[in-house]
Nanobody, 121 residues
Framework: QVQLVESGGGLVQAGGSLRLSCAAS????????MGWYRQAPGKERELVAVFTSGFTTNYADFVKGRFTISRANAKNTVYLQMNSLKPEDTAVYYC???????????????WGQGTQVTVSS
């Protein structure tokens, strides 16, 4: 069984920084796409940053220059360093990955439980 576990959310003042971590565990053969999404109250879930299958990175325009995604492949872990945080960054942040379990020949989509990030003005 595969699961994603996030950590690192919390409350921070505007201009501050937080680092989110997401570790994939379980019967994992390989991990493809890994990234972060967020969902603010009353809004749809949106992409924040992602490592593509080609190990390139894509960022949403609203975080370019402020957030950095990184990955520790050996640990099936992805990080999101968030700097210069703004109140509008307040949301639940979700980790997402496409993982191929040992028990399957294909990749499946997995989501973490979400971690709250609150930025006060």
């Amino acid at each position: 069984q595969v699961q994603l576990v996030e950590s690192g959310g919390g409350l921070v003042q505007a201009g501050g920084s937080l680092r989110l971590s997401c570790a994939a565990s379980g019967s994992i053969f390989s991990t493809n796409v890994m990234g972060w999404y967020r969902q603010a109250p009353g809004k749809e879930r949106e992409l924040v940053a992602v490592f593509t299958s080609g190990f390139t990175t894509n960022y949403a325009d609203f975080v370019k220059g402020r957030f950095t995604i990184s990955r520790a492949n050996a640990k099936n872990t992805v990080y999101l360093q968030m700097n210069s945080l703004k109140p509008e960054d307040t949301a639940v942040y979700y980790c997402h990955a496409e993982i191929r379990p040992y028990t399957s020949g294909g990749y499946y989509s997995y989501w973490g439980q979400g971690t709250q990030v609150t930025v006060s003005s």
